[in-house]
Nanobody
Framework: QVQLVESGGGLVQAGGSLRLSCAASGRTWIMYVMGWFRQAPGKQRELVATITSSGNAYYADSAKGRFTISRDGATNTVYLQMNSLKPEDTAVYYC????????????????WGQGTQVTVSS
């Protein structure tokens, strides 16, 4: 069992930065693939970035060059550093976990946090 708690969302102006954190609990969380997804009003949930237990990362095209996903085994935390934010990045951001293989599909993830709101003003 893995429990996930996100934090770090908020209101920021376009061009600004935010760092989201996801605190994970559970004995084997370090073995899980961790992902950040987002969902804007009226839209489907979409992958932002995902990272394997060995640190291999995958980014959605919209995140490449602006966002960085990382994980810290010492603190059981996964981060999403978001730079050069745009109004279209406004969404609820969710942390998610799954076993074994990297996936870009939300339905493949077994555990989810409650989400944190990110709002980017123009």
């Amino acid at each position: 069992q893995v429990q996930l708690v996100e934090s770090g969302g908020g209101l920021v102006q376009a061009g600004g930065s935010l760092r989201l954190s996801c605190a994970a609990s559970g004995r084997t969380w370090i073995m899980y693939v961790m992902g950040w997804f987002r969902q804007a009003p009226g839209k489907q949930r979409e992958l932002v970035a995902t990272i394997t237990s060995s640190g291999n990362a995958y980014y959605a095209d919209s995140a490449k060059g602006r966002f960085t996903i990382s994980r810290d085994g010492a603190t059981n935390t996964v981060y999403l550093q978001m730079n050069s934010l745009k109004p279209e990045d406004t969404a609820v951001y969710y942390c998610a976990a799954k076993r074994i293989a990297l996936s870009v599909t939300s339905r493949d993830y077994d555990y989810w946090g409650q989400g944190t709101q990110v709002t980017v003003s123009s």
